[in-house]
């Protein structure tokens, strides 16, 4: 069973590199049968990756010792949930799940792809054909998860208990199908720089992958986010650390992508920004994969620390960034130039969105890659944290965000800014009230909250006009509003949720940050500390016996101010004796929106404990707003207009009387 | 405005903004981020009160001090110097006497490092990078 | 031999996969603009919807609509322009054909056949632990125990049994972890605190760590002429450079000892080195050997013999799977040596030279190690 696993994996390499070379050689030289291997080869070798990745994960969960990946990233006495997930909670494994993963998307083109201009199609699969004989030359070079143990161990070495989290489970599956999804629009963009032309479906194919990608990524990322607030105990969303930055610059370019390539499919035009922001966002994922995986940064994610395989990872990211860039390059002025446009258009906003978030993806680079350098160059160690990217990113943000109402509203090619501005008066009104509310009314808002707050209304209330704008709400009469408002594109909902799903992750973290409060104090049993109008009471500890660990339990009863008990935060000093290792449970209340954040710290001499508690307003509306992003992603993937036109039996049949249609 | 100059307007627009921008990375490069220091350092450079770094080195053995209430001290030391540190809040899990430690904050007036985070090694066989770098040039602590 | 079958079956389907495309029958792939009109057409259609919905301005339909027959008409003349070259097969290509075809069994046996482990079966856990016990092997037993400890993680007598295996088995940080837990929950004694110490010196590489000395102090309060913890105290200071205190601690041990105690020798030996090394008043460290402090505790436990003898016979096991290890030889050949089975060392030299290649370095510096040993019989060769 193991064997196969190894076996089908080497045979998967082998197809790999039949799928680089044939069809690039077919479409160079026209050869019709060499092009046509790509698809067979390709959903082989997608075939032939999950073999290989079952295999593994059936020795992780049988518990197979024999492997040396299992002996050292798995137990027995793991829940089986976690010996499924440990399959990837490694590096080995999780480099087998991003070639399945790369595999599996390249087996979708070849599946949905015949409509394509065969060419087209041919090279796209070709250069994933390169980026999986990259990758799988790298595990079986350099991390091979099948290597054996002779004779195997009787118990694995692994159980952290940190690292068994439902959320760290699915995590970089997630964060996978978004690094890997931007490698189709990678290829996509290579495709059309050998090929010198860019057809009229290119930008309606990339799109959908950058759509799927920016949804997976979304997620993997507010995913993550959500797993260090909960775990670790700290009560922190978000630390700008070099790996959260290594998965947020191509989130950022993802995003940028998403929007040049609606320009480009609508008006042709920005076609060669479209391609080298393309290019970019898979170099950016690659970046991530080799800061995370080389261990270059040393925290808890890097858990390779193998310099054989940082270089490699460098190699292979030199290759095909440097190859790309050397590629566009040449090739870039080949392709023809698009539809020109106003500056004050819908394309012109785009393209303000693209600059804003393309120097954005800078200022994060800078700030993430600099104190690598500056410490391999001088050694000097800096640590470059929030403070740094509070004053880069967030002026960035600022105004792009301001504008973000603004576009759905333009015109293409000329537009009317003027009218754009009155038709969002009713938003701008409605911001500028609530900007008033908070600066009078709540106690501690600075002036930055109130604007803080009023930007993400204004964002909230500039998607909804959006909405009611195309529906024809006001204008038109109600019951023909309604009608016009249930057969809108799908792709407009999905403009709109995306837009509305950015004002709520805003506002909650501008209410985090700027309104949450925070009480550190020593608490005696029976002692009620008051947190943003709670009672909060403390009842002592309680030790528990769990199954593999020993806990003091805090108990918190939350009153509400007639003192009557609304629920009980439960929150624990974990110790586990076996590995002699304490965790901190931090106890969560989700109250509306916001939650009470309660984490224990050290008992003090006369029987006290050392407590911290967060009130942290509308905190939830992070990963809500990213949820709804998604929503609105998942809404435009599956709008029409998408589904690309152009299949190629209709195409053959009525090719002969294109020139007299329309 | 003519077309020419609507477009010479535009680009200078994007080459202001991009300006900006960049005057704004090094700005905050210089200003924003926190160098790391060990206590043997600090014997040579002089920090002047207020300057945010980052101090790194081994929590002094029987040198955790917690008073009544929520504050800590403690001393910091790599070998070369020590460092007397006051903290108000929760300290990590892994926060233990001979262990690495990193914490960021800034000199008192009196020389007390008075810290707004702590660090401690995130699991058994991690040790904050930094501070193992250091330790080991100084020969203090050997990888086997 | 249903492996077997199963690898040819895979490899069969993957040969099919780049077979049948290249044998089928060439189709006639519509040229790319006509793919390009159907885009338009499309996008056509899809401005009508949205001028109709009043998603957009009659005029910018408009204008949308011509810029879009605009596109359609310069493809026309693109498309005549450049008549599709299409060439026959050439024998480059069908070369190339034949490569692909080759490449994907050639290049999966070879790779495989270079790094798998076709003779090993899986083996799940519970296959395994469904044999008998007695064919178990020490780690199955260590592992059994380590079973019935997650458990039962509050069974201090269990922890005592399983720390002093754990060191003899060379897992330091296991044996570290072992004592503390039963001094957690036995309370401390001389004997847990010493191996305590012991166990984080090991971990530390033979170097006395800070919170080794600790435990040696804490054996020290309980039983004040504990003789490891003194031994291993004065190591310490001698580590640190204090060679003239080590001096006086290991005298003032000596003058301690019963006449009868093994530890006297080793004691006597250090000290004597201890004072030509202050003597020589060089800054350098001193301070017992590796040697020594292993030969000491050696001395300390009776059943330490048979514990070595296991951990030789596994070493030699690991290195008969697993030869290309140059270090594990020389630790084979001296362990042989220091239990007195010369002929064993021999065999062992012999057996690690021809895994490590006669001619190869490693294999030269084994030779001369086993000679430092006192191996003999390679210079008949």
Known sequence: ?662 | ?144 | MVFWIVLGLLTVIASLAVILPLAGRREEAASASVHDIEVYRDQLAEVERDAERGLIGKQEAEQARAEIGRRILKLDGADKNSSEQRRGESAFARGLAMAGVLAVPLLSWGIYNSIGSPELPGQPLAERLAKNPGESSIDELVARAEAHLRANPEDGRGWDVLAPIYARLERPAEAATAYRNAIRLLGPSAARETGLGEALMMSAGGVVPADAVNAFQRALDIDGKDPKARFYLATAMAQEGRIAEAADALRAMLADLPETSPWRGVVEQTIARAEEEASRSSTAQAGPTREDVEAASGMSAEDRSAMIEIMVAQLDERLRENPDDPEGWQRLVRSYMVLGKADEARDALTRGVAALGEDSGAARELVAFAAEQGVKGMEER
């Open chain 2, 1 to 144: 405005m003519t077309r020419k100059q609507k477009r010479l307007s535009i680009i200078l627009g994007a080459l202001a903004f991009l300006g900006t921008a960049t005057g704004l990375t090094f700005y905050a490069l210089g200003q924003k981020t926190s160098y790391f220091y060990m206590p043997a350092d600090l014997t040579t450079a002089s920090i002047a009160p207020g300057q945010r770094i980052r101090l790194g080195g081994l929590v002094e053995d029987g040198s955790i001090v917690r008073d009544q209430g929520t504050r800590v001290s403690f001393g910091v030391s790599d070998g070369g110097g020590h460092v007397e540190v006051v903290y108000d809040g929760i300290l990590p899990d892994l926060f233990r006497e001979g262990q690495g430690v990193v914490t960021e904050g800034t000199f008192d007036p009196s020389g007390t490092f008075v810290a707004d985070s702590v660090l401690a090694k995130h699991d058994e066989n991690y040790m904050p990078k930094e501070v193992a770098d250091s330790l080991k040039a100084q020969g203090v602590w050997q990888e086997d």
């Open chain 1, 1 to 662: 069973m193991v064997e196969t696993g190894h076996f089908a994996l080497v045979l998967a390499f082998a197809l790999s590199l039949v799928q680089f070379v044939l069809p690039l050689v077919g479409s160079r030289t026209g050869d019709a049968r060499l092009m046509a291997t790509a698809g067979p080869v390709a959903a082989t070798g997608f075939a032939m990756t999950a073999i290989s990745f079952a295999a593994l994960t059936a020795a992780y969960v049988l518990s197979d010792f024999s492997v040396l990946n299992v002996f050292e990233n798995s137990h027995s006495q793991k829940p089986l949930l976690y010996k499924f997930s440990g399959t990837w909670g490694n590096h080995e494994g999780s480099m087998l799940l991003w070639v399945l993963i790369l595999t599996f998307f390249g087996a979708l083109v070849a599946a949905f792809g015949r409509n394509l201009p065969a060419t087209l199609r041919a090279n796209v699969l070709s250069i994933q054909g390169l980026i999986g004989s990259a990758f799988f030359l790298f595990i079986l070079a350099t991390s091979n998860p099948f290597a054996r143990l002779n004779p195997a161990p009787i118990e694995g070495q692994d159980l952290n208990p940190v690292l068994q989290d439902v959320g760290l489970a699915i995590h970089p599956p997630l964060l996978y199908l978004g690094y890997v999804g931007f490698s189709v629009c990678f290829s996509f963009a290579v495709a059309a720089l050998i090929e010198g032309r860019i057809d009229a479906a290119w930008a309606r194919w990339v799109r959908p992958w950058t759509l799927a990608a920016w949804v997976f990524l979304t997620g993997g990322i507010a995913m993550g986010s959500f797993w260090a607030y909960y775990e670790l105990g700290w009560g922190g969303f978000w630390f700008w650390d070099p790996v959260e930055n290594a998965s947020f610059m191509p989130w950022l370019a993802g995003t940028a992508l998403l929007h040049s390539a609606i320009v480009m499919e609508k008006r042709s035009a920005l076609k060669i920004w479209t391609i080298l922001l393309a290019i970019l966002t898979f170099s950016l994922s690659l970046l991530g994969t080799f800061l995370v995986r080389s261990g270059v940064l040393t925290s808890v994610h890097a858990f390779a620390t193998d310099p054989a395989r940082g270089v490699f990872i460098l190699a292979i990211l030199t290759l095909f960034i440097g190859g790309a860039l050397a590629l566009f390059a040449w090739r870039a002025q080949s392709l023809a130039p698009g539809g020109i446009f106003h500056p004050i258009s819908r394309e012109g906003a785009l393209v303000l969105n693209n600059l804003f978030l393309s120097t954005a993806v800078a200022t994060v680079l800078v700030g993430t890659l600099y104190p690598l350098a500056l410490e391999a160059v001088t050694g000097e160690k800096i640590s470059v944290g929030a403070p740094f990217f509070d004053l880069t990113f967030g002026p960035l943000m600022v105004p792009l965000l301001i504008a973000v109402p603004f576009g759905p509203l333009l015109a293409w090619k000329r537009a009317d800014l003027w009218a754009a501005s009155q038709r969002l008066a009713l938003a701008a009104g409605g911001a500028l009230v609530v900007i008033l509310f908070v600066a009078l009314f709540i106690d501690r808002a600075s002036v930055f909250a109130a604007l803080g707050i009023g930007l993400a209304v204004w964002l909230i209330l500039g998607a909804l006009t959006d909405l009611a704008l195309k529906s024809g709400i006001g204008s038109v009469s109600t019951s023909v509003a309604l009608r016009r408002f249930a057969g809108l594109p799908r792709s407009a909902y999905g403009t709109s949720l995306a837009h509305l799903g950015l004002g709520l992750t805003t506002l909650g973290i501008v209410s985090v940050t700027t309104l949450q409060t925070e009480h550190i104090l020593t608490m005696k049993p029976g002692d009620t500390v008051e947190v943003a109008g709670y009672q909060l009471r403390f009842d002592g500890l309680q030790p528990f016996q769990g199954q593999n660990f020993t806990e003091d339990r805090g108990l918190f009863p939350l009153l509400d101010s007639d003192g009557d008990v609304l629920t009980t935060i439960m929150s624990a000093k974990r110790f586990y004796p076996a590995r002699q290792m304490p965790t901190t449970e931090a106890g969560i209340s989700t109250r509306g929106l916001s939650q009470m954040y309660v984490s224990l710290g050290d008992p003090v001499d006369g029987g006290g404990i050392v407590v911290r508690i967060w009130w942290k307003p509308f905190v939830t509306l992070i990963w809500l707003g990213a949820v709804v992003m998604m929503g609105g992603g998942i809404l435009s993937l599956l709008d029409r207009r998408l589904r690309v036109g152009a299949p190629a039996r209709r195409a053959r049949k009525t090719g002969e009387a294109t020139g007299a249609a329309h």
